[in-house]
T-cell receptor, first 112, second 114 residues
């Protein structure tokens, strides 16, 4: 079945560093792809999405590009802040069921 | 501000007890979901509902049941709690007309079964 693989965390960075969190997927067809963020003590929030190949999703300085050739959807940010410390989940929606499949999550810790 | 509210943030129950986790959304969403979140496993779908009185099994329904008597409320029931059901439970909702990934989540209910 469809699956999502994320890099293991935690990812530890200093403020203003460049962030990459890797996400690859295995799926039938071309699913929509998503990044969710979970801040401490809160539920998940949709951060960005891309619905077709070469689409770039962006929000709050974060970006991710849907790469069909490499089946990847890596999350990037040019300059992280302490307030970006959270757990980030990559997800896809199965094309026949619309069911969301989540990765295992990557914890980001940003220090001043 | 739109909200998905889970009634209990933290619960401690004993093995064999019946547990109710309540979820209410104020966005008039048709679709509602229950997930459990475990370290290293991400989120796994337990049950979902696309309408009142409708329910569908997710990937890990064993040991759980659900109830959707009203559109805004979706309850998760553990008939006889076991220690392997210790977890974080997340409720989510979505409009029928929105994209599949556009879920709104509650803050979660952390259940400990002793």
């Amino acid at each position: 079945g469809d699956s999502v693989t994320q890099m293991e965390g935690p990812v530890t960075l200093s403020e203003e560093a460049f962030l990459t969190i890797n996400c690859t997927y295995t799926a039938t067809g071309y699913p929509s792809l998503f990044w969710y963020v979970q801040y401490p003590g809160e539920g998940l929030q949709l951060l960005l999405k891309a619905t077709k190949a070469d689409d770039k999703g962006s929000n709050k300085g974060f970006e991710a590009t849907y790469r069909k050739e490499t089946t990847s959807f890596h999350l990037e940010k040019g300059s992280v802040q302490v307030s970006d410390s959270a757990v980030y989940f990559c997800a896809l929606s199965e094309i026949y069921t619309d069911k969301l499949i989540f990765g295992t999550g990557t914890r980001l810790q940003v220090f001043p | 501000d739109v909200k998905v509210t889970q009634s209990s943030r933290y619960l401690v129950k004993r093995t064999g007890e019946k547990v109710f986790l309540e979820c209410v959304q104020d966005m008039d969403h048709e679709n509602m979901f229950w997930y459990r979140q475990d370290p290293g496993l991400g989120l796994r779908l337990i049950y979902f509902s696309y309408d009142v009185k409708m329910k569908e099994k997710g990937d890990i329904p064993e040991g759980y049941s659900v109830s959707r008597e009203k559109k805004e409320r979706f309850s998760l029931i553990l008939e006889s709690a076991s220690t392997n059901q210790t977890s974080m439970y997340l409720c989510a909702s979505r409009s029928r007309t929105s994209g599949p990934g556009e879920l709104f989540f509650g803050e979660g209910s952390r259940l400990t079964v002793l």
